[in-house]
Structure formats: C-alpha cells, structure tokens
C-alpha cells in the first residue's frame, strides 16, 4: 500500500535562503510522484510531477524535487526562498497499477521570515 | 472562469440539517473526487467517480454521500450534519490516475 510522509509540519526559513521540504513515500511499485501548493483561501495547484524519466523534476516557481529511488525520496528544493512562497505544501503519490488513487501527506506550512 | 467551481464557498449550519456541496468542472475530465481538509491531517479522500456510472467509497465516506449528476457535476451530501464534519471541502478532477489533480478552491463548511 501506498503511503506518504511529510517531515515537518512546519519549515521557517529566512528570505533568499534555501527551500528544503522532505517527502518521503512508501510504494510496493513504480510510483508517480506530485507536490502541490496551496496558498490561503485557495485550493491546490501543481508545482511539479514525476511519472518517468529524468529523476530531477523542475516545477514552477523556481522550485525542483528529485526523485531518489534508494532512498524513497522526493524531496522539494528551492535556491532562494520569496514571501511569496509562504504557502502550504502537499506531497502525493499514486501507485501505478490498480485505481490510480492518490494519497496526500499530511502538508508542511512553509514560513518565510524578512 | 474557474475550471473547477464549487458552491457555496462557505456555508455555517446546525447540527441535524442536511447540506449540498456542489461541484462542476469545464475541464472534460472523467475523474471527480472529493476530499476534506482538516489542520494536520491533510487531505483525506470522501468519494470519488471515474464516471457517471462508477462512484466509489474514500476512506472516510461514512455520513457522506455522493451524486454524478452528469460528467461534469459531482455533489456531495450531508444527510444529517454533526459538528465533526466541519472542515475544508474540496473538489478535484483529474483526466487519468498518472495525472495530476485539478483543484477547486474549497468551501469552507461549519456546523454548529
């Protein structure tokens, strides 16, 4: 069964410094890997995917994820953190095979401190 | 407009009353799902519909039922609403599994 885990329901950074949010999945096959961001008052939009290919995925907004296979990692790294980036962020993964259903982690609440 | 509207964007009842959350896409997808969001929990999924003639329990579909009124329309009923369904509703689409979902903006539900 497919599972995700998302550490740190909060992350504080300072502005222009690194962005790291941690994901790590469990899937007994292939999976397809999401994150999402929401903003208040709003609902989820996709900052970036990875189903095949290249392991380093690049999104919008600056942000990319890697896919790290040994380690059941899809981490998501921005160089230098914005205001604008205060949001909260969702990791997902879907197995492939079977329905295709998606589960969310539980969210981390990006800070960003002037 | 939005691809993914839903109504109303936010709703206070009593408990006892039943409640529609309505949901409709322009986006042509096939995959409707419904999900609610409550602090530290994440997203947890209700119902979801691969069409109009397929309707599938989430894992939390206890006090919650659904409608795939058309391809387009998916709604969401709470027959008799009690005071630990409040929470951040959500409606998403997806075109297939390997997707990614599309995203209403929530209606933010309250009962008293």
Known sequence: ?114 | DADVTQTPRNRITKTGKRIMLECSQTKGHDRMYWYRQDPGLGLRLIYYSFDVKDINKGEISDGYSVSRQAQAKFSLSLESAIPNQTALYFCATSVSGYQPQHFGDGTRLSIL
């Open chain 1, 1 to 114: 069964a497919q599972s995700v885990t998302q550490l740190g329901s909060h992350v504080s950074v300072s502005e222009g410094a690194l962005v790291l949010l941690r994901c790590n999945y469990s899937s007994s096959v292939p999976p397809y890997l999401f994150w999402y961001v929401q903003y208040p008052n709003q609902g989820l939009q996709l900052l970036l995917k990875y189903t095949t290919g290249a392991t380093l995925v690049k999104g919008i907004n600056g942000f990319e994820a890697e896919f790290k296979k040994s380690e059941t990692s899809f981490h998501l790294t921005k160089p230098s953190a914005h205001m604008s980036d205060a949001a909260e962020y969702f990791c997902a993964v879907t197995e492939s095979g079977g329905s295709y259903i998606p589960t969310f982690g539980r969210g981390t609440s990006l800070i960003v401190h002037p």
